[in-house]
């Protein structure tokens, strides 16, 4: 089993930014591929970003060059730096780590941006 714990989200205006941190604990096991999701109201829980543990980052378009992703293996940490918000970023975001065979989800943050 493998317990994700976030933090970071809030309220911030458009144009700010917020940074995201998923810890991750109590895996036996190796874990690979970290990356967060969002989930909008009345929309589908979507891709953000994620990280190899060798560090190759995918992004989803709409975050490109806006969002960074980088992880600490050493502390089994995900980050996610979000900067020029926008309203649209507004979501519950959830943090996932994978490990041999299972997908582990955080219980997730509120991320509000206003206008």
């Known amino acids: 089993q493998v317990q994700l714990v976030e933090s970071g989200g809030g309220l911030v205006q458009a144009g700010g930014s917020l940074r995201l941190s998923c810890a991750a604990s109590?895996?036996?096991?190796?874990?690979?591929?970290m990356g967060w999701y969002r989930q909008a109201p009345g929309k589908q829980r979507e891709l953000v970003a994620a990280i190899t543990r060798g560090g190759i980052t995918n992004y989803a378009d709409s975050v490109n060059g806006r969002f960074t992703i980088s992880r600490d293996n050493a502390k089994n940490t995900v980050y996610l730096q979000m900067n020029s918000l926008k309203p649209e970023d507004t979501a519950v975001y959830y943090c996932?780590?994978?490990?041999?065979?299972?997908?582990?989800w955080g219980q997730g943050t509120q991320v509000t941006v206003s206008s």
């Open positions: 996932t780590a994978s490990t041999v065979g299972d997908l582990y």
């Open positions: 109590g895996s036996n096991f190796r874990i690979f591929t």
